[in-house]
């Protein structure tokens, strides 16, 4: 107990001075915060814009397209109107007899046309005028948000999570002989690798929670975005996540003889590619995705981590999230199995 | 030779940064290019994809459904609440609807007959709610004798207007597949300028090594010479790097080339790859610390691609964020390719930008480099 104590004091103290660890780990994930930030902040606002629509000022109808609350009506003359439409200054044109030109395709055309439709209709149903009521409103609204755009700030809390794959190649190289001259000589000491491994492992997810720590207050406080209802199960994904990460940092320290700097790329590509599938550079890619390869989403870990940060915290949604704290778990002992494969009985002829 | 052969090998060990991002950045393409691409020769109503759970399954709640069916797609979805709000969250429906047991009733009433979950921020929320208020309204209008007479709603609804689709001239540009163009040159700007830095990047590190370059400074080879190579190495594996995506665009949506402005997107990405290039050379006179250029690769080709309207389109982004933008060649570069052009006279002031971008990479990289050389 001692020894695992006194192993995490000189690695904790190893891995604060190290620049990369420090640039990876604290600096990368604030300035990915600021810039999505910077990008997403219009869109997180959005509003209604209402339709521009163009008519002759002789128009029947004009009286009444005036009432409708979501249209803006311009009288127009007829020299303008393909000059208008061209420019999207409108995005419909009714002439008197109630004909639509429009440039393009589209929900604000469909729009116009489904108003237009109706008048039209209402002549055909033969029925007297008295009988239609449009004062009442038959739907009862159950408003839910749909902002994928926020997906983009739990999947980098999700990716940062899983960045305790710096810290994790670093302790397995330190203990590898073949790689490192610290491994030399911890090979020649009586020191307990084991020991030294799990004092690794403690090390790294405590400095790699302390970080995510600091990005979480950094959202909250300064750039002010609320992500956080349900603290209990998202502390849990967001531990295993760290888990995961040293896991997978020990198997790629472990698996192969490249330098420090290369396996450091490789995490850092890693987790792009899996957090790029799960949202981080555009929601509509994880959408796409979601689509067309479900399968995707539901073994890539980061995704398991955005989806449920984002149900458990924006649905307050708690349902099913045991199946993927089990997937994530199954992840990381394979990964520590595997890792430990490598790792054990390993010894030297000459170095 | 010896200089450029060995460039071109140990960028060829680099092999697996290329790979990764060309892979991802294809597999995306493909997956985004499954859309189809043709002419739009006639105006189509837009719909949008619903889910309905009807718990009333009467002939009322059935005929509105056949109505919400001929004007938008039918998504599954299951009377669970929280399943709804997150497939709305996601945007896989534009909104659900519960019909309720005691629908008719209701509707006669005159009460609010129907649940719908939606975004009312949206604009498609206005079309649902406009439907949905519209069928229940004819209906009413026709009730008598407590009954609907839901045969002429149906004849009365199936009646439209004429829509007209106005015809523009802009040199018979294909809109959907310049969509799909505009995506496919727009993200390449991230992947060249990711895979430049870091591959690019990494090669010269090795060059630069101390090591390395005593025992150059020693050997017969001329420093012009030997930089003259290395810049012919930097040049091959960026047009490489830059023709396999210009090819790939052929491969992907060949046929459609000739319904875009394909030489604008080539020449633009041609003009934009000369300018990472100049980037790059800058970078790798300030540092030649791996690590220090892995950093910049991630944090400055993701960067301007968020600010420059890479990842969201320009005009959803800030003034300000697009005022720091215009100090990245990748703006420019973007905004080419939004622009639907008649002759490049239209675009010389960004393209002029891109090579403005690109000299002033390259001087402050030699005023670097000299100032490394007196050191």
């Known amino acids: ?125 033969n029925v007297p005028i008295e009988k239609f009521d449009f004062t009442i409103d038959y739907v009862l609204d159950r408003n839910q948000k749909a902002d994928a755009i926020i997906i983009i700030f739990y999947s980098l809390i999700a990716m940062v999570s899983t960045y305790g794959i710096f810290p994790g190649i670093e302790t397995v190289s330190l203990i590898q002989a073949n790689l490192t001259n610290v491994g030399k000589r911890i090979n020649v000491t009586p020191l307990k690798k084991n020991d030294f491994l799990l004092a690794g492992v403690i090390v790294s997810l405590i400095l790699n929670l302390l970080s995510n720590g600091i990005l979480l207050i950094f959202i909250k406080y300064i750039l002010k975005i609320d992500l956080f209802t349900e603290i209990r199960y998202s502390a849990i994904f967001i531990i295993i996540g760290n888990l995961f990460g040293v896991a997978l940092g020990m198997l790629i320290g472990a698996s192969n003889k490249q330098s420090g700097n290369v396996k450091t790329i490789l995490g850092i590509m890693i987790t792009l590619v899996l957090s790029f599938f799960s949202g981080m550079m555009s929601p509509d890619i994880k959408i796409l995705v979601d689509k067309k390869i479900p399968l995707i989403g539901k073994i890539n870990p980061i995704s398991i981590i955005t989806d449920n940060l984002y149900k458990i915290n924006l649905l307050e949604n708690t349902q099913n999230v045991n199946q993927g704290i089990i997937i994530l778990s199954i992840y990381c002992i394979t990964l520590i199995f595997i890792s430990y494969g490598f790792l054990r009985r390993k010894t030297y002829d000459s170095i | 030779m010896t200089v450029y052969k060995y460039f071109i090998k140990i960028a060829l060990k680099n092999k697996g940064v290329i790979l990764s991002y060309t892979i991802i950045f294809f597999i995306l393409s493909i997956i985004n290019g499954s859309t189809n691409a043709q002419r739009e020769t006639s105006f189509m109503e837009t719909k949008l ?87 229940i309204s004819f209906t009413n209008a026709t009730y008598e004798d407590g009954k609907f007479d839901l045969s002429s709603v149906g ?13 523009i001239d802009n040199n018979d540009v294909n809109q959907k597949a ?41 050997s017969s080879i001329k420093f012009l010479k030997f930089n003259r190579e290395i810049y012919l190495g930097q040049l091959t594996i960026a047009s490489f790097i830059t023709l396999v995506f210009i090819l790939g665009s052929i491969v992907l949506k060949g046929k459609y080339i000739g319904e875009v402005d394909f030489s604008k997107y080539v020449i633009n990405t041609i003009v934009f790859s000369f300018s990472a290039l100049c980037l790059v050379f800058l970078i790798n006179n300030i540092t030649n610390n791996k690590f220090i250029i892995s950093g910049i690769s991630t944090v400055l080709s993701l960067g301007t691609s968020f600010i420059s309207g890479v990842m969201v389109p320009q005009q959803l982004l800030g003034e300000k964020v697009l005022t720091i933008a215009k100090f990245f060649p990748t703006y420019y570069f973007v905004k080419i390719n939004e622009t639907n052009i008649s002759s490049f006279l239209d675009v010389k002031y960004e393209i002029f930008m891109q090579l403005l971008f690109a000299m002033a990479f390259l001087l402050m990289g030699l005023y670097f480099s000299k100032v490394k050389q007196k050191a």
């Open chain 1, 1 to 125: 107990m001692k020894n695992i104590f006194r192993n995490c004091i000189y690695q904790g103290k190893n891995r604060y001075r190290d620049k990369s660890f420090l640039f990876w780990t604290l600096i990368y994930p604030l300035i990915m915060a600021i810039f999505f930030y910077t990008a997403f902040n219009g869109l997180i606002d959005i509003e209604l814009e209402s339709i521009d629509i163009g008519i002759k000022s002789e128009n029947p109808i004009g009286f009444i397209l005036e009432e409708i609350e979501l249209l803006n009506v311009h009288k127009i003359s007829e020299d303008e109107i393909n000059e208008k439409l061209e420019n999207e200054e409108i995005q419909g044109f009714i002439d008197n007899d109630l004909n639509l030109l429009v440039s393009k395709s589209g929900i604000n055309q469909t729009i116009i046309k489904e108003i237009i439709d109706q008048i039209k209709q209402m002549g055909e149903l």
């Open chain 2, 49 to 135: 994809d619903i889910g309905i759970v009807d718990n009333s399954g009467s002939e009322l709640s059935k005929s509105l459904i056949e109505y919400l069916g001929k004007k938008n797609n039918i998504i599954d979805t299951i009377s669970d609440e929280k399943y709804i709000k997150e497939q709305i969250f996601l945007e896989i429906v534009d909104a659900v609807i519960i019909i309720p047991k005691d629908f008719e009733e209701k509707v006669i009433n005159k009460e609010r007959a129907i649940e719908l979950y939606n975004d009312d921020r949206k604009i498609e929320s206005y079309q649902i709610q406009n439907q949905i208020n519209k069928f």
């Open chain 2, 155 to 167: 004849i009365a609804l199936d009646e439209g207007i004429k829509v007209n689709l106005l015809k």
């Open chain 2, 178 to 218: 310049n969509t799909w163009f505009k995506f496919y040159f727009n993200f390449t700007s991230y992947i060249i300028m990711a895979i430049y830095i870091a591959v690019i990047g990494f090669v010269m590190t090795d060059f630069i090594n101390k090591e390395v370059e005593n025992r150059r400074k020693i």
